[in-house]
C-alpha cells in the first residue's frame, strides 16, 4: 500500500517562507493526482493546492499568488512552497493521492505562523 510521509512544518513568522515536502513509499502509477490540504483546530478540513501528473494545478483563493504547489520527475513527490505566510495559515497540513478510485493521507504536519 502506498504511504505518504510529509515534513518541512514549522514556526515562522508572518511574512516568512516554509517549504513542505511529501513523498510516496512506493511506485505509484503515472496518471494521478497530489495536492495538500489543511485542518485547523475545530475547523473543517480544506483544500489548499492540488497537481496533476500533467503539471496542471489549482489553488484556494486564499494562498492563490502565495503558494506554490510542485512534482519532482517522479511525480512521486509533491512540494508546496508557503511564501508571505499568515497567521490564518497556521494548521495541520496533510497531504494527499488520489490514483483512480483510491485516495491516500499523509499523518499530517504542523505549520504555525505567529510573532
Known amino acids: 500500500q502506498v504511504q505518504l510521509v510529509e515534513s518541512g512544518g514549522g514556526l515562522v513568522q508572518p511574512g516568512g517562507s516554509l517549504r513542505l515536502s511529501c513523498a510516496a513509499s512506493?511506485?505509484?502509477?503515472?496518471?494521478?493526482?497530489m495536492g495538500w490540504y489543511r485542518q485547523a483546530p475545530g475547523e473543517q478540513r480544506e483544500l489548499v493546492a492540488v497537481?496533476?501528473?500533467?503539471?496542471?494545478?489549482n489553488y484556494a483563493d486564499s494562498v492563490k499568488g502565495r503558494f506554490t504547489i510542485s512534482r519532482d520527475a517522479t511525480k512521486s513527490t509533491v512540494f508546496l512552497q508557503m511564501n508571505s505566510l499568515k497567521p490564518e495559515d497556521t494548521a495541520v497540513y496533510y497531504c494527499?493521492?488520489?490514483?483512480?478510485?483510491?485516495?491516500?493521507w499523509g499523518q499530517g504536519t504542523q505549520v504555525t505562523v505567529s510573532s
Open positions: 512506493t511506485s505509484i502509477f503515472n496518471i494521478n493526482v
Open positions: 497537481i496533476t501528473s500533467g503539471g496542471s494545478t
Open positions: 494527499n493521492l488520489r490514483m483512480g478510485f483510491q485516495s491516500y
